[in-house]
C-alpha cells in the first residue's frame, strides 16, 4: 500500500502543508523539523508520485561512481546523463571513492530525497546490504559495469572472464608461457570474474597458473606501475602481462621502460577497457574493448523504463551481458608477425 502524504503528516503531528513545503524546498521550515520530516519519509517508505522532492518537473536520476576520474566511470557517467538528459531527467553524481562508509552517507540521503532511481557503476562484493536499503525503500536501481551475483538485482555489464580469457589467449597463442596478470582490487566483483578468465586460458593451454606471476594493482597506473616493477625485476620474470584495465597497463608500460625492457620485443602487454588514450600512437595498446557508452546508455534507458511502470507493475529482474572484443595494437607483438617462442 502507497504511503500518502497525509499519513507523513499524521505520523509526526505535524501538517500536510508543513510536510508539502519541505518536498519542495520552500523556505520558513526549521531545520530541525525538515530533518524529522525526511527522516520520516525514509522510515514509512513514502514515494511522492513522481518520485521528486525539490524538482518542479521530471525525473531525478542519481549516479553513484566509485571514481569518477577513472575513464571508464566517466564514459558511462556521460552516457547516463546524456540519455536521462533527453528523456526529461536531471542526473546527480555521487562519487564514493570507492568508500563503502562515503557510499551508504550517499544511499542514506538519496532514500532520503526520494530520487526517483539510481545507477550503481560502484558496488562492491560487500555491497549487499546497502542494494538492500535502497529496494527496502522502493527506489528502483540498476548496477551498471560491474558484476554482481545476487540475481535479484538489474544489472548491466560486460562479460568480463570472457574478456581476460581472450587476453590471456591471445598472449599464449603468440607463444608466451610465462604471463604475469596484474589485477584490481579483490574486493570489487568484476576483479574474481577477470581472473577466472585468466585462468581459465592457461589451462586451456597447459601453462601452470603461478601465485608469483599475480600482482595486485588496485585498477590506478600508481598502484600497477609499483607492482609491476617488483614483478620485472625478479629473476624469472614474465615475458607478457595482462593489466586488467587500461590505467593498469600503462603502469606496466612506465615500469618495463624504466627497467630497459622493449614492448613488445622483450615484454608483451594487454590491456583491458580500451580507454581514448590506448590508441594514441605513441602507444598503440593491444586491449579487450569495453562498450562503456553503450552500457551507461543501455542502463539509463531500462531504467527509466523500469520507473515508469511504476511499483505496482510487475519487474523481472533484467541481466544483459555485452560480449568483449579483442583489439589488436603493437604493444602484443602480433604485428610483428608473430613473436619468438617465450621462455
Not at 23 to 44: F, H, I, W
Request: charged share 25%; proline share 4%.
Amino acid at each position: 500500500m502507497r504511503i500518502t502524504m497525509e499519513q507523513v503528516a499524521n505520523h509526526l503531528g505535524v501538517s500536510r502543508s508543513t510536510v508539502c513545503r519541505v518536498m519542495n524546498g520552500a523556505p520558513g521550515v526549521k531545520e530541525s523539523t525538515r530533518q524529522r520530516v525526511l527522516k520520516a519519509m525514509a522510515d514509512l517508505g513514502y514515494r511522492p508520485r513522481g518520485g521528486r522532492l525539490g524538482l518542479e518537473s521530471g525525473r531525478m536520476i542519481a549516479l553513484v561512481a566509485g571514481e569518477i576520474s577513472n575513464p571508464t566511470h566517466s564514459e558511462i557517467a556521460q552516457a547516463v546523463e546524456d540519455v536521462t538528459s533527453t528523456l526529461g531527467g536531471t542526473l546527480i553524481l555521487c562519487n564514493t571513492g570507492d568508500s563503502p562508509e562515503k557510499e551508504a552517507r550517499y544511499v542514506d540521503l538519496l532514500i532520503r530525497r526520494q530520487v526517483d532511481g539510481i545507477v550503481f557503476i560502484s558496488v562492491r562484493t560487500d555491497s549487499g546490504p546497502t542494494l538492500e536499503k535502497v529496494s527496502a525503500a522502493g527506489i528502483p536501481f540498476i548496477i551498471c559495469g560491474r558484476m554482481f551475483e545476487d540475481r535479484r538485482y538489474d544489472l548491466v555489464a560486460v562479460d568480463f572472464e570472457m574478456g581476460a580469457y581472450l587476453a590471456t589467449s591471445h598472449l599464449a597463442q603468440l607463444g608466451h608461457r610465462r604471463i604475469g596478470y596484474v589485477s584490481g582490487s579483490s574486493y570489487i566483483a568484476c576483479s574474481n570474474e577477470r581472473l577466472k578468465g585468466y585462468r581459465k586460458a592457461l589451462e586451456e593451454f597447459g601453462i601452470e597458473y603461478s601465485e608469483d606471476l599475480t600482482v595486485e594493482g588496485f585498477y590506478t597506473q600508481i598502484g600497477a606501475y609499483r607492482a609491476a616493477l617488483q614483478l620485472l625485476s625478479r629473476e624469472s620474470r614474465p615475458t607478457a602481462v595482462f593489466a586488467a584495465n587500461d590505467l593498469m597497463a600503462l603502469g606496466v608500460l612506465q615500469a618495463a621502460h624504466e627497467l630497459g625492457l622493449r614492448v613488445p620485443e622483450d615484454l608483451a602487454v594487454v590491456g583491458f577497457d580500451d580507454i581514448p588514450i590506448a590508441s594514441l600512437f605513441c602507444i598503440e595498446l593491444t586491449t579487450i574493448q569495453h562498450p562503456m557508452y553503450e552500457l551507461g546508455a543501455l542502463t539509463a534507458r531500462l531504467l527509466m523504463e523500469k520507473i515508469e511502470r511504476g511499483p505496482d507493475q510487475p519487474w523481472n529482474p533484467q541481466r544483459i551481458i555485452l560480449p568483449p572484443k579483442l583489439v589488436i595494437r603493437r604493444t602484443c607483438g602480433a604485428s610483428m608477425g608473430g613473436l619468438r617462442k617465450a621462455m
